[in-house]
């Protein structure tokens, strides 16, 4: 399984498991990822926020921008003209 995010810190977080002040607020979920990456089981991996597809529910975007995410998930309109 791959997991795709915007966060290039939280990406390294999570795969460094050493304890940092500054991650004292993360649960128990970046410690059970931490391990499934560990096992191989899961990758995390960068994308840019651009290309992220979770943005086609979550933000306004121009055509062009919704086209491009509905053809990387294989969407297409059933009334479009063939």
């Known amino acids: 399984m791959r997991l795709y995010g915007d966060n290039k810190t939280i990406i390294y977080i999570a795969e460094n498991v050493v304890f940092h002040k500054r991650t004292k607020h993360i649960d128990v979920d970046c ?4 391990k499934k990456l560990e096992e191989k089981i899961t990758a ?15 933000k306004p975007l ?8 509905c053809d990387k ?10």
Do not use: E, W
Request: proline share 0%; with cysteine.
């Open 73 to 82: 998930l294989g969407m297409y309109g059933i009334y479009a003209l063939t």
């Open 44 to 58: 995390a991996k960068h994308v840019i926020s651009g290309h992220h597809l979770a943005n086609l529910l979550t």
């Open 31 to 34: 410690h059970i990822v931490s």
């Open 62 to 69: 121009c055509r062009t921008k919704v086209d491009f995410i």
